[in-house]
């Protein structure tokens, strides 16, 4: 049964956390072309499909840390560190996702909608920024595994 947690766990990763890290990255520079053209109703489309796929697959991805919480339980390795400090940025991630990223999206689109209002995308893009180096470093801790004994790593 490890095996297939393992499994789905790294498969959710990847066709989830994937997908909201390339659409919350690509999202600013498409959000700035759509607000400096507010009557190119097609920026303004993709901005809100952008957001739309952060929006479905950030729901999606909660199977992440589910399943990685039973692989860990499964392998006995709850307590270690590595994996202790990965589900903290787990958690920093999603944190800086639904507090910080999709409200951002969602006043780009928003100001798309009632023209005037212009958010700033700047910080937009930092916050994407952050999301996806907390993910870089929990897929090394996950790869690297501090004291493991699988031989990957130091």
Do not use: C, K
């Not at 303004?44 to 729901?59: D, E, G, K, Q």
């Amino acid at each position: 049964m490890t095996a297939l947690f393992l499994s789905l766990h790294v498969l959710a990763a990847i066709l989830t956390v994937g997908p909201v890290a390339i659409t919350a990255s690509m999202f600013p520079p498409v959000a700035r072309r759509a607000l400096a053209a507010p009557d190119d109703a097609s920026a303004a489309a993709s901005v809100r499909l952008l957001h739309r796929v952060t929006r479905v697959y950030a729901a999606i991805g909660v199977a992440v840390p589910v399943l990685g919480y039973i692989t860990g339980a499964t392998l006995g390795v709850l307590s270690d560190a590595w994996l202790i400090a990965s589900m903290v940025l787990t958690a920093a991630a999603a944190a800086v996702l639904i507090v910080l990223v999709l409200p951002g999206q969602r006043r780009v689109v928003e100001a798309l909608e009632a023209p005037g209002n212009r958010p700033a995308t700047a910080r937009l893009s930092m916050h994407a920024g952050i999301f996806n180096l907390l993910w870089a470093v929990v897929v090394v801790l996950m790869v690297y595994r501090p004291g493991s004994t699988t031989g990957a790593g130091l």
